[in-house]
Structures are given as structure tokens and as C-alpha cells.
């Protein structure tokens, strides 16, 4: 049978979704409009846990940009309509030297300072309740 006008704003009236990839790159894209409202930015961490799939999608974006500007806009799925959107929510293509790499490293810093501090403790036989880190 065909797909007569009538069945198909039928399925529509009920929700249907003819293009599921569209469908889901739309939610992403809502995904890090609420992201940057909430952080300022749009550089997702890799090991964003409150949403592992935003921060896959994110490094999916750039790696269709990369093809896209390598001049195989043929094998990206990164559309002009595409690109406008995210460059519109101030999405950033490439991280090198940006904060994002600054702030990664002071998490670690400080939690490696944290760790430091507490083994330093245990084997000095100080609960956490008698460590101070205001006295380091």
C-alpha cells in the first residue's frame, strides 16, 4: 500500500518521527543549549557523567567539522544548517589552549592534593575528622 497524505499527517499528529538521526541530533542540540545556560559554554567534558551521550555527541561534532573543512564534506554528516546552529550557541570547534584543558588539569591537581593529604594522614594514624586542609 502507499503512504497516502492522510495517513502520513496522521502519524505525524501522534508523534511519528520520519528521521530518527535528525530527531536525536535536535535533542542533543537542545541537550547543549541547556548545558551552556547552566556552565556558560559549550565545551562538554569527555567524562561529562551527569550525560556520557551529549559529551560523545560533542566530540562527534568536531570530528564531522574536521571533515567537513578537510574538504570531505561528502563523508560528514555536519550540514551548513548544522554547523550555523552550533555556531550560533557558541559552540567551540577546536579546544586546544582554551580553558577547558586549564580547568581539567587544576580537577586533577586538586584531587591529587586531596589523595596526598589523606594517605599523608593515614599513615600518621589522623582521621579525616582531625584533617584540616585549611592548615596546609
Known amino acids: 500500500s502507499t503512504m497516502t497524505e492522510s495517513r502520513q499527517q496522521k502519524l505525524e499528529s501522534v508523534g511519528f518521527v520520519w528521521d530518527s538521526h535528525a530527531a536525536t541530533w535536535q535533542r542533543r542540540l537542545g541537550e547543549l543549549a541547556t548545558y551552556k545556560n547552566r556552565h556558560g559554554d559549550c565545551n562538554v567534558p569527555s567524562n561529562y557523567l551527569e550525560n556520557p551521550q551529549l559529551s560523545m555527541w560533542v566530540k562527534s561534532q568536531r570530528r564531522q567539522y574536521k571533515l567537513y573543512r578537510s574538504g570531505q564534506a561528502s563523508s560528514s554528516s555536519l550540514s551548513v ?10 559552540f567551540s570547534w577546536e579546544l586546544r589552549g582554551s580553558n577547558t584543558k586549564k580547568k581539567k588539569q587544576a ?30
Open 81 to 90: 544548517e548544522r554547523l550555523e546552529a552550533l555556531e550560533e550557541l557558541g
Open 107 to 136: 580537577y586533577q591537581n586538586e584531587t591529587s592534593t586531596r589523595h596526598h593529604l589523606k594517605r599523608k594522614s593515614a599513615e600518621a594514624g589522623l582521621d579525616d575528622d582531625t584533617t584540616n586542609m585549611s592548615d596546609c
